[in-house]
């Protein structure tokens, strides 16, 4: 029994390894978006670890989303603060697609586990730039200059909250249906290799 299930849990650590590799390098793929302020940046490094969510598991998914802000704490700008919110984020995000897909296998109930946990990250996005992520940041940008950037695309927000409400919280919602879209494309070709089932080819 042993000498099978050594083999999977190496396969299964090797692949979290990698895929959080990749989702360390996608971080660095980040570009504006014109309806957002110029701070505020798109990246897909969730993405490898919504794979390893449904491939491995949802705590491989999770862990991928921890090792990428690890390794990317030691060219921080943020004294860790950006890579805490964005660890938490993550997770938001890929637990719960990853343990309702283990529970019920199939393409439905991981695109709806996924659209879940994109809801959940959008959600606690608001709190975590609200009380974590914001806060440091004013101490390079004022409050009201950051609140300034924000009415320069909609006069009529009135406060950071509200800024948060209107523009971060849908932008992280769009940010993660993307990354559940992609991963409709790619996991079924990706699943064999993601399993290791091409090793008994």
């Not at 998914?61 to 990317?72: A, P, Q, R, T």
């Not at 009415?151 to 559940?180: R, S």
Request: with cysteine.
């Amino acid at each position: 029994m042993n000498t099978v299930q050594k083999p999977v849990n190496i396969w299964k650590l090797a692949m979290t390894a990698m895929l959080s590799a990749i989702a360390f390098l996608l971080m660095f793929l980040e570009f504006s978006v014109p309806v957002m302020p110029p701070f505020i940046k798109m990246d897909f490094s969730e993405l490898p670890a919504l794979l390893g969510a449904f491939a491995v598991g949802p705590v491989s998914g999770v862990m991928i989303c921890l090792i990428k802000n690890l390794m990317h704490l030691l060219m921080s700008t943020s004294g860790g603060v950006g890579e805490l919110s964005n660890f938490l984020l993550g997770a938001c995000f890929v637990f719960p697609a990853g343990l309702v897909y283990q529970k019920w296998k199939g393409k439905k109930s991981a695109v709806l586990g996924a659209s879940a946990g994109a809801a959940l990250m959008a959600a606690v996005s608001i709190f975590s730039n609200y009380f974590i992520v914001y806060p440091f940041y004013y101490n390079f940008m004022s409050k009201e200059a950051v609140l300034q950037a924000y009415q320069a695309i909609l006069p009529g927000v009135k406060n950071i909250l509200e800024c948060l409400i209107v523009f971060n919280a849908p932008f992280t919602l769009v940010k993660g249906l993307l990354c559940v879209a992609a991963t409709t494309f790619i996991y079924k070709p990706l699943s064999p290799f993601l399993k290791g089932s091409v090793r008994n080819r």
